[in-house]
């Protein structure tokens, strides 16, 4: 390891135990690439980074409007939701809308990410429906683009039916990367994927909260939800999680989004930036420590601000009895 | 990365989505570094790797004979266990020759790591015990090791208890770095676990194996427990546990331990051969993989055998639903 490499350090006792590697794109809204470390062009999936630009059509197409769907509807189509209570009823209610039940989501069930909803269920003996897994606002979303289009909701999953192939058209004209090249996998709820260089996700993103580029009906697409998850950041992630926190403690300057195996985008629409983070191994507990960093680096967050994100910046290691045994920490230079 | 680095990828469709580096150290009974990859030195803890060696006092003291303890409790002795039925009666078993009970054990209590075992417990409303920890075996041994002693059972976690001096001082004496030079950490199960370059943890494997410059009560431990892991593999793991069947499949040649934050380690007596393999970032799905990859370039296991170890070298990603979505391959060459 070079003394140059971007990592995070997980620490037990006195020692580095392991280490994580860091790839980041900050771009603005022609693309141009303003911070980087690693492969800013690091070829991986946008995973549930992706969901923000797959709620476009859902507005575009006037399916949000025609079924009614509120501000906090829209901010639980974006989310990797903790399966809380306001989750899964916000879920049940998009279907209610549609005439839709948790049977024609097809992302599958698990556990709330929610630790003390996941032990209540099971002390209650109740278990994980499809409402619960934390796509399902997605999935919804899906469905409702779905019957406005008249499509089959029997095949919603696959990338030939129509609602896939709008979201792929819209991911691939806010990357800039043409459908032909845009790589395509199976997320881990079943629907489509997205693999573009990380650079290009964060020209997404930087497009979604400074609108430059855009036309009117996507500007609008793009307001309306970005203004549905500084209204509803609940809605996005929920009870302890850094998403949620992120926009309460920048007061809706900073919009994020984590994905699973370790990648994260963020727009600030004021300053016109995407930023992309990406853990080379995909383990998300350095996502959080190294996103924290380098915004700290970059002077988009304040002190105060990184102060009220401490538990995320540089999180401690618990073992089996709960005695704190090390910490995780950023140790790299922008 | 470069074409040169050792790496596991982790592939979704047809794109690597994350990537693993691997270290490696391999080793004679004199401390030669015979084959490396990354930093052969890398400085790591032991965790689990340890067991083997923590075994040794229990049997050099006199107390596993003074106890009675068998081959298989032997064996739990250096285990992550699965949890499943036999290594729960066997740590019992234990104590029982102990006059002691679980609620001795300081180690904590978690779900077996036996996937049916543990949804069997939930079904039948058992909460799991301490006996159910896979680190149960050690802390069993350890609390011989101390009656033997005639030591107080209520510290015998703490570095100064003389059951942990006595291990700290194995785990010295067989990698040959010094007790003032061992970096001390706190385990998941709250003991002190040893740091130290993979090289020197990989010395301490080869010399556990092929005996060599070790005094004759050592000497005779040492066999005792490579004996007892091949007679009983499965008090080493379990079911679907690979330490296990590397033993089985390799008919006792090799035998190899986990630990977490993925470390590897495993000796080939007749070969007097140490090897060492840790996963940079720690994350036990590459760690398997690399392992069984690193041993067929080195041509330590045959092809059969790496046929039979198939699952662990090259193991499917699967998401919510269980469709297959992605894999898990070493790209290298030593």
């Known amino acids: 390891m070079k003394p140059s490499d971007t990592i995070v350090r997980v620490y037990r006792g006195a020692i580095t135990e392991s280490t994580h590697r860091v790839h980041l794109a900050v771009v603005n809204t022609a693309g141009t690439l303003l911070h980087q470390a690693g492969d800013p062009h690091l070829l991986t999936f946008a995973r549930s980074t992706a969901k923000l630009i797959q709620a476009l059509p859902i507005i575009e197409s006037g ?14 189509c974006c989310a990797s939701h903790n399966g809380e209570a306001e989750h ?72 030939g039916h129509p609602v896939q192939q709008l979201m792929l058209k819209a991911v691939s004209e806010m990357a800039s990367v043409p459908t ?54 609940h809605y996005l992630a929920g009870s302890d999680r ?15 989004k984590m994905g699973a195996e370790g990648i994260y985008a963020l727009t600030i629409p004021e300053q016109g930036l995407g930023f992309v983070l990406k853990i080379e191994d995909g383990n998300q507990r350095a996502m959080y420590p190294a996103v924290v960093e380098a915004l700290m680096q970059l002077g988009l967050l304040q002190e105060l601000e990184v102060n009220a994100l401490a538990s995320y910046h540089i999180p401690s290691v618990h073992n089996w009895q709960g005695t704190k045994v090390g910490y995780i920490q950023p140790d790299f230079h922008l």
């Open 180 to 233: 032909n090249q845009m790589q395509l996998g199976i997320d881990g709820c079943g629907v489509p994927v997205f693999g573009m260089p990380i650079n290009k996700l964060a020209l997404a993103y930087a497009r979604i909260g400074s609108l430059d580029e855009l036309d009117a009906t996507r500007a609008s697409a793009c307001r309306r939800i970005i203004a549905a998850l500084r209204q509803y950041p």
């Open 63 to 76: 399916a949000a409007d025609h079924f009614g769907l509120g501000e906090a509807e829209i901010a639980l």
């Open 242 to 256: 850094f998403d949620t926190s992120l926009i309460e403690v920048t007061n809706g300057r900073i919009i994020g």
């Open 88 to 159: 899964v009823s916000a879920a049940q209610g998009i279907l209610g809308k549609l005439g839709l039940t948790p049977q024609h989501l097809q992302c599958g069930a698990h556990d709330p990410y929610h630790a003390p909803t996941a032990q209540a269920m099971r002390e209650q003996g109740m278990v994980p429906t499809t409402l619960h897994n934390n796509c399902s606002g997605k999935h919804s979303g899906m469905l409702a683009l779905c019957a406005h289009l008249g499509a089959s909701p029997e095949t919603y999953m696959s990338i």
